[in-house]
């Protein structure tokens, strides 16, 4: 999705953020703001002229004392239960809840209270008497109850306050326009909104491409030598690549994969991180690497083509500005951020990035990393092996097929909206949206999780079939990039002609939609054997004949 | 004696800030005669606080000054302040000449 509509509700004058929202880089976004200090009626209201719009996303910011009376009773220092609290934050909860079916996306900013409002001081964190201590309850509590919505996200508004500063809270904005925070608060909203808004869209980035010398370690390596890098020890700089390689590694455990890019000898550079004692990151946290003399934007995208990923999901981090500038320039999909000269500024620097956000982490989320390590190893095997034939019987692949389920309908849906290559129709859905469509009619979808003899590649295909007139109709087709080429397309072909077949279809047919990344899905479909009509892109199969399943791939089955 | 520039300098990067919230078809230039009120002032009343709530900000970072630009005796004046940059720019000048004389 390239442009959110945006309803604002808030309890308090919300033009400042609005304003900011509209004019930010991507995602787009145009906002509508509801009248404020109507919150509960705006959003209870559903035949409301707001809500006769279609908005893809609300934005639900308010104050803790508007919305929970209690809270507020409590901020007089009157004796107040946290049982009466809560029960109002639940009430206030399912509001939300209810409303949040309206929209594709609700975001629900936590509560704050300002911070010059020192309450108890002392006691105030103290249980059964400290404000503060209450309000993260009713955090905590909201949180709780609004997870029950896949569509509904808490930001923390505190992060913004704390990077504000002083400047978060101005009581002349209060009393002049009833607009509680300073402007920096705001800024530091819509950069945590429009990047929870391109996590929504699947831009989240997936690759991380770092340099060495002075990078991911302190000095030449080709001048001093591995033993003489600084890297470690009582040393600043030395502490601060550790960090850096520390922050580097911990990206990988919610689905980042690693790469380098270096100017450099292979031999010398692989060495150091073999043998240097303080290297935290290994050879097996890489996905793969460029480590020769040639130029690096050509080495970023060689890189990225062998790791079957698309530049817009690449994060190139280099401490030359020349070399960031040649990626920039010859790869502007790449996001290359500007990077300090202060090597104690790094791990910041990397922790700041908003580029990382998601909708969600699924398993294969988190073993994304452990994933390509294990491909560069398949790879490997496959360099050594005569042909692809003989390649893919010794990877012993495994398939499981199974119907949409409650289970894998969140990993569906991610794979949906963030597939780009191998992905027939490029449809971008919602998870209710997705499981609407699919009870509409007479309509399957089936799920492939991949596994093989050097691991588990999770859930990574998706086909879908509308049947409309005794001829099926193939709508989605979609194959994570981790594992195209295994003949896992083919197996999915003949789970849905296996179908076809089984409820007596004479016709199994695919329409491709072109969009600018996925022609390798055209590519495939053009050897798959299905007939092409070429006029249209359509790919039609006779159902009466067998399309078999390869022969090196063992299915596993699940009924609907 | 106050140097005007710097005050105008301060206020042109609240205009920049205040821009941030505009669309491109309301956006102050950075000039003297820009309009700030009145009717022919691109700038609505939430915009006009915006603006002066970070001119004040602006000004204490650039001359470690606390001041209070809307306060009472600025609205009740026959001639607001407000008209334009320049007329802020003499307003807010006047406001730390008076504090430095008092300083004296």
């Known amino acids: ?560 | 004696m106050i140097d005007k520039q710097k005050v105008a300098e301060a206020i042109y990067k609240a205009i920049d800030e205040v821009n941030q919230q505009l669309p491109q078809d309301r956006r102050l230039p950075q000039s003297p005669d820009t309009v700030l009120a009145g009717p022919a002032a691109s700038l609505d009343s939430l915009g006009l606080v915006n603006l002066i709530v970070v001119t004040e900000e602006m000004i204490e970072e650039e001359f470690d000054q606390l001041i209070n630009i809307a306060d009472q005796k600025a609205m009740s004046q026959e001639n607001s302040p407000f008209r334009t940059v320049g007329t802020l720019t003499e307003y807010i000048a006047s406001l730390l000449q008076e504090t430095a004389d008092v300083a004296l």
């Open chain 1, 1 to 560: 999705m390239s442009h959110y509509k945006c309803l604002c509700i808030s309890d308090f004058n919300i033009d400042n953020l609005a304003g900011y929202l509209n004019n930010q880089v991507q995602p787009s976004v145009s906002t509508t703001v509801a009248p404020y200090g109507q919150v509960i009626q705006t959003l209870m209201n559903e035949q409301a002229e707001y809500w006769q719009e279609k908005f893809n996303l609300a934005l639900v910011w308010t104050q803790p004392h508007n919305v929970i009376k209690a809270f507020q009773h409590a901020l007089n220092y009157e004796n107040i239960s946290l049982e009466k609290v809560l029960d109002e934050v639940d009430t206030f909860a399912s509001v939300l809840l209810n409303a949040a079916g309206r929209v594709d996306f609700m975001l629900v900013p936590s509560w704050v209270i300002p911070s010059y409002n020192r309450g108890y001081g002392m006691l105030d964190l103290k249980p059964g008497i400290g404000l503060n201590h209450m309000l993260m309850h009713m955090n905590l509590r909201l949180a709780e109850r609004l997870s029950q919505a896949n569509n509904v996200f808490m930001l923390n508004t505190q992060r913004w306050i704390e990077v504000a500063g002083r400047q978060a809270f101005n009581p002349k904005l209060w009393y002049m326009a009833k607009v509680p925070f300073g402007n920096p608060v705001f800024k530091e909203a819509v950069n945590d909104i429009k990047a929870a808004l391109a996590g929504i869209s699947g831009q989240t980035k997936k690759l991380v491409i770092v340099d060495l010398d002075d990078t991911l370690w302190g000095g030449i390596v080709g001048d001093l030598g591995w033993e003489n890098i600084s890297l470690g020890g009582h040393d600043l700089a030395g502490e601060a690549f550790v960090d850096f390689q520390t922050a580097l590694k911990s990206l990988t455990n919610r689905g980042l994969v690693l790469g380098i890019v270096s100017k450099n000898s292979e031999e010398v550079a692989l060495t150091a991180i073999k043998n240097h004692p303080e290297m935290v990151l290994k050879i097996d946290d890489f996905a793969g690497w460029r480590i020769n003399w040639q130029d690096k934007a050509q080495n970023v995208a060689d890189l990225v083509t062998e790791l079957n990923l698309g530049l817009q999901s690449v994060v190139f981090i280099d401490d030359n500005p020349v070399e960031r500038a040649r990626v920039r320039e010859a790869l502007p999909e790449v996001f290359v951020p500007e990077w300090p000269a202060d090597k104690s500024l790094y791990t910041k620097t990397l922790m700041e990035l908003t580029c990382f956000d998601t909708a969600s982490i699924s398993h294969e989320d988190k073993s994304r990393a452990e994933m390509y390590v294990t491909e560069r190893k398949r790879n490997d095997l496959r360099q050594q092996m005569g042909s692809l034939d003989d390649w893919l019987k010794t990877l012993e692949i495994s398939v499981k097929v199974e119907p949409l389920n409650p289970t894998n309908l969140p990993r569906t849906a991610q794979l949906l909206n963030k597939t780009n290559q191998m992905n027939l129709s490029t449809r971008r859905m919602t998870e209710t949206e997705l499981q609407a469509w699919l009870e509409s009619g007479d309509r399957q979808l089936w799920t492939f999780r991949v596994a093989d003899r050097f691991g588990d590649s999770g859930l990574t295909g998706i086909i879908s079939l509308d049947v409309v007139d005794g001829a099926g109709q193939i709508i989605d087709f979609i194959l994570s990039c981790r594992v195209m080429g295994r003949k896992v397309e083919e197996t999915m072909l003949a789970t849905a002609v296996n179908y076809a077949q089984s409820i007596g279809l004479k016709h199994v047919y695919a329409q491709y939609i072109p969009t600018a990344k996925n022609k390798p899905c055209l590519e495939f479909w053009q050897r798959s054997g299905f007939e092409q009509n070429g006029q249209n892109d359509t790919f039609m199969w006779n159902a009466a004949n067998c399309y078999c399943v390869p022969e090196h791939v063992t299915i596993q089955t699940e009924e609907a």
